[in-house]
């Protein structure tokens, strides 16, 4: 019986997905339950860990952090409050056994997570990204409150300027990296210009602090990044010392 075989396969890997002492990665198709097996090991590890802060679920949107940290609250109110359950559904009633034991956590350490959901670490990886930065304002460079933009051309950029800027001829990195990029027809003999121009792309302006708006339209700060551009490129090749492959 291959649905039988197939089935106990199914229960027996997402029973070791709920091992809080190894680390698993589920690969399933949608629908398949994937964020239910999510909220179960979150359930899971509550019953473990000192304090709600120490487990950090993360997502792409911010509906689904939402939709995820209901979820987890929705399993808890409904252990807290006894409600039935069916007997018959093997992933709910190991929902509310897990929910059980979170909550029993949950009153040894005084948490009243249900009444303080923001304990919470359910995040978008930008919102992680920006929580880190706003750590440590000075070391990122990004001053206290770092925001999100949604064109990020320019900032590519002036990434693109940074790397340039501190690229030694010694590097190994830098002298594979410009040993296997073909040069295009027009700029033969510097190779890195094609990759430079290709991730800076159109040089836009995307977050300027108050000081740079001030200079107008910004024609100014383009045409200077693009002449550092195609003076670090026509040099690039001098400074590494490696030829382009043909292309």
Same mark, same amino acid.
């Given at each position: ?5 197939? *089935? ?6 997402? #029973?070791?997905?709920?091992? @809080?002492?190894?680390?698993?990665? @589920?690969? #399933? ?34 509906? #689904? ?26 992933? #709910? @009633? ?19 997570? !249900? ?33 999100? !933009? ?55 302006? !995307? ?6 708006? *001030? ?11 693009? !002449?550092?551009?195609? *003076? ?9 010392? @490696? ?5």
């Amino acid at each position: 019986m291959p649905d039988a075989a197939a *089935s106990a396969d199914d229960s027996a890997a997402r #029973a070791r997905a709920l091992d @809080v002492g190894s680390s698993f990665l @589920v690969q #399933a198709p949608a629908g398949s339950g994937k964020t239910g097996l999510l909220i179960q090991r979150v359930l899971a590890l509550l019953a473990t860990v000192e304090r709600p802060e120490q487990i950090l679920a993360m997502t792409f949107t911010r509906k #689904a952090a939402a939709e995820m940290r209901e979820r987890v609250l929705h399993a808890l109110r409904d252990a807290r409050d006894e409600l039935p359950v069916d007997a018959h559904d093997a992933h #709910a @009633v190991r929902t509310r056994a897990l929910a059980q034991a979170a909550l029993a956590r949950d009153a040894a350490a005084d948490w009243q997570l !249900v009444d303080n959901p923001s304990r919470l670490r359910v995040l978008t990886i930008d919102a992680l990204a920006a929580a880190f930065a706003r750590q440590a304002p000075v070391t990122t460079g990004l001053g206290a409150l770092p925001a999100f !933009v949604d064109n990020a051309d320019g900032l590519y950029g002036e990434a693109v300027l940074a790397a340039l800027r501190g690229a030694a001829g010694s590097d190994p990195a830098w002298r594979t990296f410009l040993a296997h990029l073909p040069a295009p027809p027009r700029q033969r003999g510097r190779p890195g210009c094609r990759a430079a121009g290709r991730l800076a792309g159109p040089a836009r302006p !995307v977050a300027r602090s108050a000081a740079a708006g *001030s200079r107008g339209s910004g024609g100014a700060p383009r045409t200077r990044r693009r !002449v550092e551009l195609r *003076s670090r490129c026509r040099h690039g090749a001098a400074a590494h010392d @490696v030829a382009p492959i043909a292309g």
